[in-house]
């Protein structure tokens, strides 16, 4: 639900804060800049400290930006969102790598559940943020949400493991590694795929509502609900991937999908009412649904047990594209005097990503590594 906070409400924050379209779009940058922070730091608490401190600072801080997110100026909003930003960075690594490891075994499955619940919420939170906003009480429902998040505070404190045994390749077990020219173009363009999807994804996601505001699209908070139709698409996106991809290639998988979120993106921007903005919102999200999931998997079939040197530089671009794409929509949105025409910007992304993932770099298994022969790309270590 934090996570995806910032869409439904934006348009209630642009109107209380008193901001145009480019301060609103800082608001991503400084959650998506101090999340990719709270990844880097996660690894030296975890590290030294095991779970239970990463967790309870994560939610600790959660707790601490959401709750403030409501009052003050934007300056102080930008704070609070940088908060609960460094929460969130702390959080996801940490409780992936918990029930990773507390689940031994069964960990697919249980890591499945975890991405289940974060779908459910993500899907939640617009239908909240609706229902609070028709009755004025959005300052309440952002300190609930807080409490909570201070109550698995108290949890993480008390009850959670400090440690438990990691089964992960260390990174100083692996031989030294020389990258040829071949491995590097594939980092690069896997590393554009992770920095425009996670922009992709959170620049429709997080300025749909605005959009479906700006066109009147529903009356009274129902513009809160558009994003509820992109985050709930793409669960069932996800749900259904898996056996699809039993008959599909991956790679062909994903570009249709791609090409379905850029026309479902189109529809965005075509629509004169609500019906419109939510189809081509589900349809974007179905689309980009695959695409991640697909991603990571040819980062790990690519350079196998090695991808655990490049998976956090991988993480952090997506992060840094999370950053910067919302921003540039809401730049492009004050400078055009025109959000729809700003929206076009994750489209092209879009259509960027389809041409990429033509690449032959990453379309290969073979990965040169050194004391392996070609025989080393069917024996892979998933990250």
């Known amino acids: ?9 934006l348009p209630s924050l642009t109107t209380s804060l008193r901001i145009d379209d480019t301060h609103a779009g800082l608001l991503f940058t400084a959650q998506f800049s101090s999340s990719v922070a709270g990844v880097l730091l996660s690894s030296l608490l975890l590290t030294r400290w095991g779970f239970r401190l990463c967790l309870a600072l994560g939610f600790l801080a959660a707790a601490a930006g959401v709750s403030t997110l409501g ?28 029930v990773a490891e507390a689940t031994a075994g069964r960990a697919s499955a249980a890591l499945s559940w975890l991405s289940l619940a974060w779908g459910i919420g993500a899907v939640l939170f617009p239908l909240l943020a609706a229902a609070f906003l028709r009755i004025h009480r959005l300052t309440f429902l952002l300190l609930a949400l807080g409490a909570v998040a201070l109550v698995f505070a108290v949890w993480a404190t ?15 077990a692996l031989p030294k590694l020389r ?16 920095f425009l999807y996670v922009g992709t994804e959170n620049g429709l996601g997080g300025w749909v509502a605005s959009y479906a505001r700006r066109i009147h699209a ?13 985050w709930g698409a793409l669960l069932a ?9 039993r008959e599909e290639n991956e790679i062909r998988l994903a570009r ?12 965005v921007l075509a629509s004169q009412g609500f019906f419109g903005v939510a189809a081509g919102a589900a349809l974007a999200g179905f689309g980009l649904s695959a695409v991640f999931p697909i991603t990571i998997a040819r980062f790990s079939s690519r350079f196998g047990q090695w991808a655990s040197r490049f998976v956090g530089s991988m993480f952090a671009l997506g992060g840094l594209g999370g950053a910067t794409l919302p921003w540039l929509i809401g730049l492009a949105s004050s400078r055009l005097a025109s959000l729809r025409d700003a929206l076009s910007i ?34 892979r270590t998933p990250v």
């Open 71 to 98: 009052f003050g100026t934007w300056t102080t909003a930008m704070f609070s969102v940088g908060v609960y930003g460094l929460g969130l960075g702390l959080i996801i690594p940490g409780t992936n790598l918990l």
């Open 158 to 172: 008390a009850f959670a493991p400090a440690s438990l045994t990691r089964q992960a390749h260390a990174a100083h």
């Open 179 to 194: 990258l040829s020219f071949a491995d590097m173009r594939a980092l690069g363009i896997l590393g554009l795929l992770f």
């Open 346 to 379: 994750p489209v092209a992304s879009a259509l960027i990503m389809f041409a990429l993932l033509a690449s032959r770099s990453i379309t290969s298994d073979r990965f040169a590594a050194p004391g392996r022969d070609s025989s080393f790309g069917h024996d």
């Open 237 to 245: 996106g996800r749900a259904l991937a898996p056996a699809v991809l």
């Open 1 to 9: 639900m934090i996570t995806v906070l910032l869409g439904p409400i």
């Open 218 to 230: 529903g009356s009274a908070a129902d513009w809160a609900l558009a994003p509820a139709f992109f």
């Open 256 to 267: 249709a999908g791609l090409i379905a979120a850029a026309l479902g993106g189109i529809i």
